[in-house]
């Protein structure tokens, strides 16, 4: 009889990093089901639904999705109930998958649960830790500075690396539309990270054409279920590109003399891909005031965190306005030197979380499992 996992995750980035384990899993041993999108069912594993479906963020964002939440919640525990996995493997998204976790390990304590993308007790609640080490089985750290933070608290853990940068990126060539300058703006995968930031991205292309004008082109990598609502953002007469696939993404990435992304896996992503970053983040401030007491590191990006200082610019809540990113990207703009450094800086700090086994090493765990 093949033995059974159930793969967890709640947003594209989680979708993206199962489906680089996947092939370690050898799909003819196990019977595979997930929550999960669409690089999970590239992969040819069926779905319970899609995890666009419940890919929020912030308290706000929570709240108003709350009863839908809920419900699929307890659809997920009724149909795990039911398929009685050998494993459960999640990744992030600890408000959704770890209230799952709670009733399965109570109903299923024979079911093995492991989780990849540490909840960030670092950042703030550190003593959250005695709370999910009751359901989790092991957890798997990106970040090499986790560990002594979680055997400190006596939780189970493997230092995997972040798959992200496991392997380098083989750019598939797509034809220029322009010979202008490329600036890559991010505004996120959610909708409500893009209607908080293309208002912002529209008004500093309208700066950036007064002041450089038909020197640019405008790059928006977003999936491609908003690339219709982003295009709706955009003025006519601007000359820019929607890339909602992988290649795409990455190829104009790439050409980019500068990328402007609010803080999360994006960032990663420009990274991986050296382009010249500065960092946007903003939210309500109801959820602003709710989590700043509680934080305790200076940053939002995870570079920097790393560094513990300040490699790649950031502007946070009210420094997040168009007059501070637009003179932040004019100096960018202006000083080939200051883009340079950016790249030099960020890439000594992806080597420190680089391996090139790190979806190996997560198979390796849960297979250990079974």
């Known amino acids: 009889m093949k033995k059974k996992i159930f793969i967890l995750t709640g947003e594209s980035s989680g979708d993206k990093l199962a489906s680089n384990v996947i092939p370690y899993l050898n ?16 992969r040819g594993i069926k779905l319970l639904f899609n995890s666009k479906e419940i890919s929020v963020m912030g308290f706000v964002d929570v709240f108003k999705k709350l009863f839908f939440l809920k419900k699929k919640i307890n659809l997920t525990i009724s149909y795990l109930l039911k398929f009685k996995p050998d494993v459960i493997f999640s990744i992030d998204s600890p408000d959704f998958s770890f209230r799952i976790h709670n009733v399965i390990k109570k109903k299923l304590p024979k079911t093995k649960i492991v989780h990849l993308v540490a909840p960030t007790i670092w950042v703030w609640r550190e003593k959250r830790v005695l709370v999910f080490r009751k359901f989790l089985d092991h957890l798997l750290l990106l970040f090499p500075f986790e560990a002594p933070l979680f055997n400190k608290w006596k939780m189970k853990n493997t230092y995997v690396g972040h798959p992200f940068f496991e392997k380098k990126i083989t750019y598939k060539k ?17 909708s409500s990270e893009i209607r908080t930031f293309m208002p912002l991205f529209v008004e500093l292309i309208k700066n950036i054409n007064l002041q450089y004008p038909g020197i640019f082109l405008f790059h928006f990598p977003v999936p491609l279920e908003h690339a ?10 601007t000359l ?26 994006i960032s990663l992503d420009i990274c991986k891909n050296q382009s010249p970053l500065i960092t946007i983040f903003k939210t309500s401030w109801i959820n602003y005031f709710l989590i700043k007491p509680f934080v305790k590191v200076k940053f939002a990006n995870i570079i920097n965190i790393i560094a513990n200082k300040e490699l790649i610019p950031e502007l946070i809540q ?34 420190k979380i680089s391996k090139k086994n790190s979806s190996k090493l997560i198979a390796k765990t849960i297979k250990s499992y079974i």
């Not at 820019?240 to 992988?246: H, T, V």
């Not at 450094?341 to 960020?346: A, D, K, P």
Request: glycine share 2%.
């Open 228 to 237: 219709k609502s982003v295009k709706n953002f955009i003025p006519s007469k």
């Open 174 to 190: 797509f034809p220029m539309i322009s010979r202008k300058k490329i600036i890559t703006f991010c505004p996120g995968s959610r």
């Open 27 to 42: 799909n003819k041993n196990y019977y595979i089901t997930a929550i999960g999108s669409d690089h999970i069912k590239k």
């Open 318 to 351: 009210s420094e997040c306005n168009v007059s501070n990113i637009y003179k932040k990207v004019c100096l960018f703009i202006e000083n080939k030197k200051i883009r340079d450094l950016n790249v030099t800086n960020y890439r000594k700090i992806i080597k």
């Open 240 to 265: 820019f590109l929607i890339s909602c696939s992988e290649e795409k993404k990455n190829f104009f990435i790439k050409k980019s003399i500068l990328s402007v992304a609010k803080s999360g896996t």
